[in-house]
C-alpha cells in the first residue's frame, strides 16, 4: 500500500470538518487540486415493494474521479440544472467548496473513494448481497446493518432511527431494539407509527442511534456524531451517501459503518458487496454468510 494510503488508512478524523481539512491541505492523499472529476450524473428511482402499501423516491448525486464514484442524496426535485455542469471538469478542492452541500459531499466522497477504497487494508470487511427482487436485497443489506447495530450497542434498548427504510426498522425490531423511526418527510411507517421529523429533539431518550448518511447532505450528521461522543452512545451509520467518508469517523462518535458506494442494491438484481466497518464486523459478516447458506 503507498505511504499516502497508509498514512490516510491509519489516521483518524476528529469531525466531519477535521477531515475535509485534512483533505484540502493534502494530509491524507494527493493534492485535491490536482484531481478533477471526469463525470457527474444523478439516479433517480421510485419504488413500491409488492405487499408494501406505500413506496418512495430518491434521488442521489455521483461524481467519478477516476476510478471511483462518490454519492450524495438529495430530495427529488432539489438539485439545480446546472449542478452536474459545474461538477464535469472541475477539480476536487473546487467541488469541496462548492455551495451547495450535496455537491461538496459527493465530491468528498469520490476523493476518499479514489485513494481510500474500501478494502480490508483500510478497515473494511466486504459483505455479499445475493441475487434477488429489490426487497429481497433491502432485507438482505437490513440484516447486516442490524447485525453492527446489536453488536456496537449491546443492552441498549431504544433506538433513534434516523431515515426511515422498512425493511431496516423490521430487522432492527427483530433484534429486540424498540424503534423510533424519525425523518425529515414524516408520515407513517409501514405499521401506521408515527414518523418524528426532528432527530435531535429525540435524542435523549435513546439509548443507541442508526442513521442515515443522508444526513451528511442534509447537515444533520454533525449533531448526531458530537452527542454520541459526548454521552458515550453508540452510533451505527447505513450509508450509500458519503460511503467512504463516514468509516474515516469511527472513533469520533462514530461506532461502526455499512458502507454501500454507487452501484447500489435498487439498481441491480444480480449479486452486489456491501463494506461494514466497526470493532465486530466480520462477526457480522460471518452471521450473514451462515445465514444465507440455511
Given at each position: 500500500?503507498?505511504?499516502?494510503?497508509?498514512?490516510?488508512?491509519?489516521?483518524?478524523?476528529?469531525?466531519?470538518?477535521?477531515?475535509?481539512?485534512?483533505?484540502?491541505?493534502?494530509?491524507?492523499?494527493?493534492?485535491?487540486?490536482?484531481?478533477?472529476?471526469?463525470?457527474?450524473?444523478?439516479?433517480?428511482?421510485?419504488?413500491?415493494?409488492?405487499?408494501?402499501?406505500?413506496?418512495?423516491?430518491?434521488?442521489?448525486?455521483?461524481?467519478?474521479?477516476?476510478?471511483?464514484?462518490?454519492?450524495?442524496?438529495?430530495?427529488?426535485?432539489?438539485?439545480?440544472?446546472?449542478?452536474?455542469?459545474?461538477?464535469?471538469?472541475?477539480?476536487?478542492?473546487?467541488?469541496?467548496?462548492?455551495?451547495?452541500?450535496?455537491?461538496?459531499?459527493?465530491?468528498?466522497?469520490?476523493?476518499?473513494?479514489?485513494?481510500?477504497?474500501?478494502?480490508?487494508?483500510?478497515?473494511?470487511?466486504?459483505?455479499?448481497?445475493?441475487?434477488?427482487?429489490?426487497?429481497?436485497?433491502?432485507?438482505?443489506?437490513?440484516?447486516?446493518?442490524?447485525?453492527?447495530?446489536?453488536?456496537?450497542?449491546?443492552?441498549?434498548?431504544?433506538?433513534?432511527?434516523?431515515?426511515?427504510?422498512?425493511?431496516?426498522?423490521?430487522?432492527?425490531?427483530?433484534?429486540?431494539?424498540?424503534?423510533?423511526?424519525?425523518?425529515?418527510?414524516?408520515?407513517?411507517?409501514?405499521?401506521?407509527?408515527?414518523?418524528?421529523?426532528?432527530?435531535?429533539?429525540?435524542?435523549?431518550?435513546?439509548?443507541?442511534?442508526?442513521?442515515?448518511?443522508?444526513?451528511?447532505?442534509?447537515?444533520?450528521?454533525?449533531?448526531?456524531?458530537?452527542?454520541?461522543?459526548?454521552h458515550g452512545k453508540p452510533l451505527v451509520m447505513f450509508a450509500q451517501t458519503g460511503s467512504a467518508v463516514l468509516p474515516r469517523l469511527i472513533g469520533a462518535g462514530v461506532?461502526?459503518?455499512?458502507?454501500?458506494?454507487?452501484?447500489?442494491?435498487?439498481?441491480?438484481?444480480?449479486?452486489?458487496?456491501?463494506?461494514?466497518?466497526?470493532?465486530?464486523?466480520?462477526?457480522?459478516?460471518?452471521?450473514?454468510?451462515?445465514?444465507?447458506?440455511?
Amino acid at each position: 500500500m503507498p505511504a499516502a494510503t497508509a498514512t490516510a488508512a491509519t489516521s483518524a478524523a476528529t469531525s466531519y470538518d477535521d477531515l475535509l481539512a485534512r483533505v484540502l491541505a493534502g494530509e491524507l492523499g494527493p493534492d485535491p487540486r490536482t484531481r478533477r472529476v471526469s463525470v457527474a450524473f444523478t439516479t433517480r428511482q421510485a419504488v413500491r415493494h409488492e405487499g408494501r402499501s406505500t413506496g418512495y423516491r430518491n434521488e442521489v448525486l455521483s461524481l467519478r474521479l477516476a476510478e471511483a464514484v462518490g454519492s450524495c442524496a438529495v430530495e427529488p426535485g432539489t438539485l439545480p440544472d446546472g449542478a452536474l455542469d459545474d461538477c464535469v471538469g472541475a477539480d476536487i478542492a473546487r467541488l469541496l467548496a462548492h455551495e451547495l452541500t450535496p455537491v461538496r459531499v459527493a465530491a468528498l466522497d469520490a476523493y476518499l473513494m479514489h485513494i481510500l477504497p474500501h478494502a480490508p487494508t483500510t478497515g473494511a470487511r466486504s459483505c455479499p448481497l445475493p441475487a434477488g427482487g429489490s426487497l429481497d436485497k433491502s432485507r438482505s443489506r437490513a440484516r447486516a446493518v442490524a447485525g453492527l447495530l446489536d453488536a456496537a450497542a449491546p443492552g441498549r434498548t431504544t433506538v433513534l432511527v434516523v431515515g426511515v427504510v422498512n425493511s431496516l426498522l423490521a430487522a432492527v425490531r427483530e433484534r429486540g431494539f424498540t424503534c423510533v423511526p424519525c425523518d425529515l418527510k414524516g408520515g407513517t411507517t409501514e405499521w401506521g407509527e408515527p414518523v418524528r421529523t426532528d432527530a435531535l429533539a429525540e435524542l435523549e431518550r435513546c439509548d443507541a442511534v442508526l442513521a442515515s448518511g443522508m444526513t451528511l447532505g442534509n447537515g444533520t450528521f454533525e449533531p448526531l456524531r458530537a452527542h454520541a461522543l459526548r454521552h458515550g452512545k453508540p452510533l451505527v451509520m447505513f450509508a450509500q451517501t458519503g460511503s467512504a467518508v463516514l468509516p474515516r469517523l469511527i472513533g469520533a462518535g462514530v461506532s461502526a459503518v455499512c458502507a454501500e458506494p454507487y452501484p447500489f442494491f435498487w439498481l441491480d438484481g444480480g449479486p452486489g458487496t456491501i463494506h461494514l466497518y466497526g470493532a465486530d464486523a466480520a462477526a457480522v459478516v460471518t452471521e450473514g454468510a451462515a445465514g444465507a447458506a440455511l
